[in-house]
């Protein structure tokens, strides 16, 4: 059984000779006890006690960096011991102190410049801390950190950290596009639509794949235009008639002739009427369209009155019981 070390009640000499200690818990709760001690009273402590450590202990490093942790618990970092540890033999040590500089801008001007020192590690580990770091200082001054950890290759546990920093000081989230920023006057009930409207849209198999993800479609293949189509941003019920049962046969979108062999998917079974309404609403409100949001209850109206339609409407079908205006 381990001896319990002196915590409470120790001399401020004592709790620094715990730190030496192997186990983690307590020098954990020597540290703690630590930060309630006078923090002026312990940092003129420390400094000798940190001159007179052994060099030639083979955990030199680490007794250096309990050092630096006291005085992180304290909000008073020893820039020199910090300057010491960033340059220090043992990976983990620099690593250990660079996570130190990440939570410590506010106490250290040239935070900046000593993480971008801490990106051209030899150590993937060292790079790694850094980036992340650096994810937390906005794009101007993050980027370049981020980019220049990556310069000496990304090992596999830098990769997704790598992804998702970029992406998140470019405003989006790993894997996924930067987000246009839809410009639209809709707001409340109307606006939460049109949100949730372009996650259906660029579902696979759903809208993007066909009409593409800028809704410029793709003529070689037949698949129309969805941006200035007067389709979409037209009649409310004949938007929804072609969606939920899907559309095929000869039809003019925007003064140009498609032959109509390629069959429109029938959404009627795939979306709900509140997910209808949702992508109708995109994309009667994006790529330039600006139009009506069309509401679940509409849908529900429209859908009852075509409920024993079967098979897919044609464009000329739809212009008699709508006429384009
Ligand atoms: C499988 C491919 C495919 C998918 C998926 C698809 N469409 Fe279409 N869409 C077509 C084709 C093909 C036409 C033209 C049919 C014709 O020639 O009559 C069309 C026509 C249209 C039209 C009328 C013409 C126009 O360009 O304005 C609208 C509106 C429309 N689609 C909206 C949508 C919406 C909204 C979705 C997603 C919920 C969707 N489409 C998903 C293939 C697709």
Known sequence: MVKPAKVTDATIEELL??????????????????????????????????????????????NL??????????NKIDKDLLTQLLQAKDFRARTAAVEVLRYNGHQIDNQADLLMQAAKDDNPRVRLEALVAASRLGKDIGIPIITEAGKKGLDKWM?????????????????????????????????????????????????????????????????PPLAGSKWVTGSEERLIKLTTKGIMGPIEVKGKKYPGQVPMTPFGKLLNEEETAAVLTYVRNTF??????????KVK?????????????????????????
């Not at 960096?65 to 304290?74: A, F, I, P, S």
């Not at 639509?193 to 293949?221: F, W």
């Open 288 to 297: 330039g369209n600006k139009a009506s949001a069309i509401s679940p209850e």
């Open 159 to 223: 990769e997704r950290p790598y992804e998702a920093a970029l992406a998140h000081l470019n405003g989006h989230r790993a894997g996924e596009k930067p987000k246009d920023v839809i410009e639209t006057d809709l707001k409340g009930k109307d606006l939460e639509l049109l949100m949730a409207g372009q996650e259906i849209y660029e579902r696979d198999g759903y809208c993007a794949t066909c009409h593409q993800p800028d809704g410029q479609g793709l003529t070689a293949s037949g698949f």
């Open 17 to 62: 000779e715990n730190l030496k200690l192997p186990e983690y818990r307590t020098r954990y709760r020597t540290k703690r006890e630590l930060r309630a001690r006078d923090a002026d009273e312990v940092l003129a402590k420390l400094k000798p006690w940190v001159a007179n450590l052994d060099k030639n202990d083979a955990n030199y490093e680490h």
């Open 301 to 325: 109206e429209v859908r009852e009155k075509i409920k024993d339609k079967e098979g897919f409407y044609s464009p000329e079908e739809l212009l008699l019981e709508h006429p384009m205006k």
């Open 65 to 74: 960096l309990e050092g630096l942790w006291v005085t992180w618990g304290l």
